[in-house]
């Protein structure tokens, strides 16, 4: 995800990301990329979800959503504004909370409170995972 964050400009971003929708779609797109795998049963083929852009497994129905085990899941505002605060916590991760507050016209809190969580994403490497939180951890964790 870092690969589209880092290499487009901000105007090409707010065009690509302007709706929930397509937020969503990229967010499926790119968990799912090699394929669809149930995390709970392991198969693989699967069905559209109640949800929009989630996917239902066919053997035990289990769904999951676009956002499930990537730092948007359970994101209390938009996502359209949870991207924006990414695209400019990976371009910069150094940017202050006020500086984010005061380009997207978001809350402090929620801006801090959010870059927390993209930070604890990023890596020893610097590279910032935010889609396999789980699996970072265990890298990070050295388990
Ligand atoms: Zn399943």
Redesign the pocket.
Known sequence: METILKNIDIIEFDEQFDTEEKCLQYLADEKWKSGFV??????TNFCKGKKTHSRR??????EESATANTIFHKCKFPLTEAFKITYLVCHNPNISTSKISEKLNIRQMTCWKFKKKIVECIDSRGDINLLEKADLKKNLLGE
């Not at 149930?38 to 198969?43: D, F, Y």
């Not at 497994?57 to 289990?62: D, E, G, N, V």
């Open positions: 149930c995390r709970k049963c392991g198969h497994c066919t053997k035990c129905k289990t």
